[in-house]
């Protein structure tokens, strides 16, 4: 699915489990990739915001198991695909 636009590159302040409050919606903002610099956080209406990656050890902690857990959904959908589970 093609995007209309890129990704909101702005400064947001990441709550304590580093997630953020989406400024379209209202939904939390969880991490589902990151870089050397930013994270790219993303709302269940899909709506997207890249970040510069917090400095503080912990966060960056938590950032990662977000990106692990959103891999790790990903990659059990795709089995069950395989399977052919999902089809009715």
């Not at 994270?39 to 198991?65: F, G, K, Q, S, Y």
Request: glycine share 4%; aromatic share 4%.
């Amino acid at each position: 699915m093609e995007r209309s636009a890129p990704p909101c590159e702005r400064i947001v302040t990441l709550r304590p489990d580093a997630t953020v409050e989406c400024a379209d919606c209202g939904l939390p903002m969880f991490p589902i990739a990151e870089s050397s610099l930013t994270v790219t956080l993303e709302c269940a209406n899909r709506h997207r915001v890249v970040t510069a990656l917090p400095a503080e050890r912990a966060m960056r902690v938590l950032i990662d198991n977000w990106i692990a857990k959103k891999g790790a959904q990903l990659h059990v959908q795709h089995e069950r695909w395989e399977r052919g589970e999902d089809e009715e």
